[in-house]
């Protein structure tokens, strides 16, 4: 049997720089929104809680670099009845962001203005990306951001995150992550980041904290 594969050192001391998840780390993303505002909010619900389709699935298709009119298409073509409800969720995209999580984007400033670089890395589909930027304003003390979409590659596919590595110029392992879901944050562990799980700021900041990263308590 061949060995398994060496887990890469963490290098001691804190972490040269911060990766961040974006939608519902920095960005408050709710889907149901956009979904309501074109067909209503029961609508809405009904879809996202379908036994016979997968939003996040399909969603997750586009955030991995398909085409929204495919998606679309697909679904016309083997869910005609929730077409409608899948065409609102892009036609009012700018709905599903509600706002900034609160009190993450502090933790952006703070880290910013002791110098501390950072990065993110989302799964967001290329096309709808550009509502980001355009709305919030902290996304601009990021270095850069890898959308998923643009790449045609999502998390938690191991090779996103050697994107950021390539853009960084530091190795993984002298980086943390931080993401809202597990499995994002596991595959990131794998590859030698400093992953940490997001569930409210107040957490958050105690985790950079203990991680040595310059913030107050």
């Known amino acids: 049997m061949a060995p398994s594969p060496a ?3 963490t290098p ?3 972490p040269a720089g911060v990766v961040w998840d974006l939608g519902n780390v920095i960005v408050d993303w709710d889907a149901s929104a956009a979904i309501a505002a074109g067909v209503g909010a029961e609508e809405a619900a009904r879809f996202l809680a379908a036994d016979d389709f997968d939003f996040m699935a399909w969603n997750h298709g586009c955030d991995a670099g398909g085409s929204w009119d495919d ?3 697909a679904v016309a073509a083997s869910h005609p009845h929730w077409a409608e409800h899948a065409r609102s969720y892009r036609r009012h995209f700018a709905a599903s962001l509600r ?4 009190g993450t984007a502090d933790l952006l400033r703070e880290l910013h203005a002791a110098g501390v ?3 993110g890395l989302t799964n967001w589909s290329h096309e709808l990306y550009p ?3 355009r709305l919030f304003d902290v996304l601009g003390l990021l270095e850069d951001v890898v959308v998923s979409g643009t790449e045609g590659v999502a998390k938690p596919d191991p090779r996103v995150y050697r994107v950021v590595e390539r853009r960084a110029g530091l190795p993984l392992a002298r980086l943390a992550f931080v993401d809202d879901r597990a499995d994002n944050v596991a595959a990131a562990s794998a590859l030698g980041m400093r992953g940490l799980v997001f569930t409210d700021a107040d957490a958050l900041r105690a985790d950079l904290r203990a991680l ?4 107050r308590a």
Do not use: K, N, S
């Open 7 to 9: 887990r890469p050192t």
């Open 12 to 14: 001691a001391g804190p």
């Open 71 to 73: 998606a679309e298409a």
């Open 99 to 102: 706002g900034e999580v609160p």
């Open 117 to 119: 670089p950072m990065w």
């Open 131 to 133: 509502h980001a930027p």
């Open 212 to 215: 040595g990263l310059p913030l």
